[in-house]
């Protein structure tokens, strides 16, 4: 579907009845080859072409989706639509994005490869293939069982489109692999490890170092054992701080807050964090996954200080949430997260406090997005003298979420950029673990 289709669309629309509308056209394609051991254990390969509609009727909203994309089939869809969103209750707070504030064009974000099109199952295959060999070969002679290798890809054209003059294109790509290991420990247990590989372009991709990566690091976890609750010193590394840092972008979101369903209420221009804490929003970072121009009603993105030196700079607001709220709109949610760094990497956080536990998974748990309080299960390993020293297994991390970031330590410099949250290795002074 070309732009000038999506305005036809739009004004069946109109003339269904519809005072005002939004259009998201997606067209996409999606390929997964997986492996267990060397055996192909699952292809999946879907295409899928539809249209998204936001109505707005009489100062109500509705929202519908279709397939169906040829006019003898949209009309009465679209006519039925209209019909339905009348049922529903008036909600003044809905209509289009302030137009001052939407994207006008320009630039180019480099997040399609140019060769996507031409990458075939059989290509991802082998790179699936590839890896499972590397692994295999290692299986009898040591204490691997098994593996798991995937590929998969993804690419996207989307047009979306408003009754307000609002029209842009967005072509993306996306490849990933993985690998997946189980080990047989000397107690019987099996420790697993897992490592990504991805990238918007597929000549990037390494399934060498993917395979390496994920052996190595199951094997490091054989001969895990518990250490005493209390409190420690501790760094996070870079592939786990997202599971300290998407609580508190949610709880910065127009939803939560609206909602009372966020532990940060009322935190606006708030200094509630150490000055070294600084987390940023970099929607235009060329050849990065999350990357992009707009949001979803078309406010044009910027670059942002989430959390600029400790102080709440930024609410999540599409213009909906931001009439509820009575404050003007800014972005529906983040894009690419990043941190700014004050120290090295994660070695030379482990030197800098000598001794703790360097967190590296997490399994399971859960937190409260009202109180901010949370309890999750780690893995990782005790550290001296900046040193790991062996694998620690079943115990917990506790805290509130507010307190945890005010022990924050040090922020890395060794962001991991595989995909949209874009973060270092932190360490943080005496937490509780259990």
Known sequence: MQTNQVQKVLDFCREAGASDARIIYNESDQTAVSLFNREVDKIHNASDCSVFLQLFVDGRYGTFSTNMLDEASLRPFISNAVRLTRLLEKDECRHLA????CYRGGGDLQILDPEAG???????????????????????????????????????????????????????????????????DKDGSRPQSWWPDANVLFSKLDADRCAETAYSRGLERLGARRINAGKYDVVVENGSVA?????????????????????????????????????????????????????????????????????????????????????????DAVSVVEMVPDAGDMASQMAALGKGVLITGFNGGNHNPITGD??????????????KQFPIHEMNVTGNYLELWNRLAAVGNDPLTLFSMQLPSVSFEGLSLT
């Open 374 to 387: 949370f309890s999750y299960g780690i893995e990782g390993f005790w550290f001296e003298n900046g040193q």
């Open 243 to 331: 599971k300290f840092v998407s609580p508190l972008l949610s709880a910065l979101s127009g939803a939560s807050l609206q909602q009372n369903n966020s532990f940060m209420l009322d935190s606006l221009g708030k200094k509630l964090f150490p000055s070294r804490l600084t987390i940023v929003d970099n929607p235009h970072k060329p050849a990065t996954f999350g990357a992009r121009f707009y949001d979803g009603e078309g406010i044009a993105t910027r670059k942002c200080n989430v959390i600029d030196s400790g102080v709440v700079n930024r609410y999540f607001l599409n213009s909906y949430y931001a009439d509820k709220l009575r404050m003007e709109p800014t972005i």
């Open 98 to 101: 302030p137009k001052e504030l």
């Open 118 to 184: 031409q990458v075939s199952a059989e290509q991802g295959k082998a790179l699936a293939v590839r890896m499972a060999e590397a692994l295999c070969s290692r299986i009898g002679t040591g204490p691997l069982q098994s593996c798991e290798t995937e590929f998969g890809s993804s690419t996207e054209h989307e047009v979306l489109a408003d009754t307000a003059g609002f029209c842009q294109e967005r072509d993306a790509s996306f490849f990933t692999l993985s690998a997946g290991c189980s080990f047989m």
